[in-house]
C-alpha cells in the first residue's frame, strides 16, 4: 500500500521560511517523479513543483526563485523549501505521486503566512 505523508506545515510571519517533508512508503521511490501541490480555500488545487526520478525539477511561476524542490531517495522523502513567504502562499500543501495503481496523495499539511 503507497503512502504518502507531509509534515513541517505550520504558521509563518511573511518574508518568513518553511521546509515541507513528503515521507513515501509501499513503493520504489527512486524510480518515481514527485509533486508538491497546494489548495488555497475555495480556490482549486494548483500545482507548485515536480521533481523527476532523475532529480530535475519544474516550478509554477509564481514559486520560482521561492521555492525548492527536492528528493533524498536514500529516506523516501521529496522536501519543499520555501522562502520568502507572502500571505498569498497561506494553502494546503499536498505531495502526490502516480503509481502503476494510480494517483496517490497525501493527507496534506496546512501552510499559513500572516503577522
Known amino acids: 500500500q503507497v503512502q504518502l505523508v507531509e509534515s513541517g506545515g505550520g504558521l509563518v510571519q511573511p518574508g518568513g521560511s518553511l521546509r515541507l517533508s513528503c515521507a513515501a512508503s509501499?513503493?520504489?521511490?527512486?524510480?518515481?517523479?514527485l509533486g508538491w501541490y497546494r489548495q488555497a480555500p475555495e480556490k482549486q488545487r494548483e500545482l507548485v513543483a515536480t521533481i523527476s526520478s532523475g532529480g530535475i525539477t519544474s516550478y509554477a511561476d509564481s514559486m520560482k526563485g521561492r521555492f525548492t524542490i527536492s528528493r533524498d531517495n536514500a529516506k523516501n522523502t521529496v522536501y519543499l523549501q520555501m522562502n520568502s513567504l507572502k500571505p498569498e502562499d497561506t494553502a494546503v500543501y499536498y505531495c502526490?505521486?502516480?503509481?502503476?495503481?494510480?494517483?496517490?496523495w497525501g493527507q496534506g499539511t496546512q501552510v499559513t503566512v500572516s503577522s
Open positions: 502526490k505521486v502516480v503509481v502503476p495503481q494510480g494517483t496517490v
Open positions: 509501499g513503493i520504489i521511490f527512486s524510480i518515481y517523479h
